[in-house]
């Protein structure tokens, strides 16, 4: 168990339709990671938040949002749904950017569907 | 653009042997890899990692080595268990300018036959 909570596990819904995944970090965690794993491709970096802010921003289509709440949980908003977004979600939490480390805790995904 | 590229989606290995996972990266701003495991239905975990400073790092059955030259890195897992058998991803930061942020690549599915 990383520590790191995703919802919902799996997730089911039509085109065009709007959809919110929620991450809980590891707790002590402040940095918040978003990554897209889509069928047999690598894990794409999406968005990252540390402390509430915006730190780093990947290959996120406008169509999808992200935030982190000041008690530091974040949700990814992905909306007008296309049949491609259908992938696995990943979450990733860490205590600090810069941390000596660099690893990342991740959550066991949300899986999207998109009929 | 692949910065970080695992070009064997699969190897299949005899119990006991030695498995051997490489990977390639084009970005020379990195600075810091990992490795991390997948299980099915389950999140990536944390396995090992190097530092750029280093060339080797070992951790019981599991050794990075890094040739920052070639700006390539291998896992090396002696000896294989099937337990071992997972999807392993390769992963670069650029500590210095992005942070924790990581870059994966596509990964190796991993097969250690009993």
């Known amino acids: 168990d990383s520590g790191v909570t995703q919802t919902p596990k799996h997730l089911i819904t039509a085109t065009g339709q709007r959809v919110t995944l929620r991450c809980s970090p590891r707790?002590?965690?402040?940095?918040v990671y978003w990554y897209q794993q889509s069928l047999d491709q690598g894990l794409q970096f999406l968005i990252q938040?540390?402390?509430?802010?915006?730190?780093a921003k990947g290959n996120i289509l406008e169509r999808f949002s992200a935030q982190q709440f000041p008690d530091l949980h974040s949700e990814l908003n992905l909306s007008s749904l296309e049949l491609g977004d259908s992938a696995l979600y990943f979450c990733?939490?860490?205590?600090?950017?810069?941390?000596?480390?660099?690893?990342?805790?991740f959550g066991e995904g949300s899986r999207l569907t998109v009929l | 653009d692949q910065q970080v590229k695992q070009n064997s989606p699969s190897l299949s290995v005899q119990e006991g042997r030695i498995s051997i996972l490489n990977c390639d990266y084009t970005?020379?701003?990195?600075?810091?890899f990992l490795w991390y495991k997948k299980y099915p239905a389950e999140g990536p975990t944390f396995l090992i990692s190097?530092?750029?400073?280093?060339d080797k790092n070992e951790d019981g059955r599991f050794t990075v080595f890094l040739n920052k030259s070639a700006k390539h890195l291998s896992l090396h897992i002696v000896p294989s268990q099937p337990g071992d058998s997972a999807v392993y991803f390769c992963?670069?930061?650029?500590?210095?300018?992005?942070?924790?942020?990581?870059?994966f690549g596509t990964g190796t599915r991993l097969a250690v036959r009993p």
């Open positions: 990733a939490s860490s205590f600090s950017t810069g941390a000596l480390s660099g690893e990342l805790f």
């Open positions: 707790s002590g965690d402040l940095s």
């Open positions: 938040y540390y402390n509430g802010e915006e730190r």
């Open positions: 970005n020379s701003m990195f600075d810091y």
């Open positions: 190097i530092s750029s400073i280093k």
């Open positions: 992963a670069a930061s650029a500590k210095k300018s992005s942070g924790d942020k990581l870059t």
